[in-house]
Antibody, heavy 116, light 107 residues
């Protein structure tokens, strides 16, 4: 069965960077793109961007262009999402999501807290 | 595509039917519209994909319908565990977008 397992919670100070990992299993990693979504407290889900896992091409939502980098390590079946220049408004749960064979699968989420 | 859900809050009793609406600002391509249930501290749980297809393991009291710009999630015979937040998602192209959610509470 498809599983996406994310790295653990992080606490960062403003201006720092955070890198969240997402390890996929149960399917061929390079067959489906990996997307990243975040949910700030009390807010609706917000789409960040995606990576084509076969060739590494990426596309970012306008709100995150220039501050977010999505990468992948195909042999390790793992995708990564890095946010730079963190600010308090980036405090959120970050999810990796894949759309595989009509079904949408979500990771368990990674809480990133930005606080001085 | 902006998704607007209504109502924001739905107060019902166990055993009643819930009808949740999701309206898109433009037609959703390929009917790529999904519905989720989300409980506090948990990842979203996929209920419906392709506007009307139940995800594996989802009880048949959950059903989805609609096309174009108007979509509906219906929950028949509400169970106690159904009282939580639901939201819709468009995934027909980048960027994906999400509704703001409807909370179903016990009356």
């Amino acid at each position: 069965q498809v599983q996406l397992v994310q790295s653990g919670a992080e606490v960062k100070t403003p201006g720092a960077s955070v890198k969240v990992s997402c390890k996929a299993s149960g399917y061929t990693f390079t067959s489906y793109a990996m997307h990243w979504v975040r949910q700030a407290p009390g807010q609706r889900l917000e789409y960040m961007g995606w990576i084509k896992t076969d060739n590494g091409n990426t596309e970012y939502s306008q709100n995150f262009q220039g501050r977010v980098t999505i990468t992948r390590d195909s042999p390790a079946s793992t995708a990564y999402m890095e946010v730079n220049s963190l600010r308090s408004e980036d405090t959120a749960v970050y999810y990796c999501v894949t759309y595989a064979g009509s079904i949408i699968y979500w990771g368990q989420g990674t809480l990133v807290t930005v606080s001085s | 595509i902006v998704l607007t859900q209504s109502p924001g809050l739905l107060s019902l009793s166990p055993g009643e039917r819930a009808t949740l609406s999701c309206r898109a600002s433009q037609s959703v391509r390929g009917i790529r519209l999904a519905w989720y249930q989300q409980k506090p501290g948990q990842a979203p749980r996929l209920l419906i994909y392709g506007a009307s297809y139940r995800a594996p393991g989802i009880p048949d009291r959950f059903s989805g319908s609609g096309s174009g710009t108007d979509f509906t999630l219906t929950i028949n015979r509400l169970e106690p565990e159904d009282f939580t937040v639901y939201f819709c998602q468009h995934y027909g192209g980048s960027p994906w977008t999400f509704g703001q959610g409807t909370k179903v509470e016990i009356k």
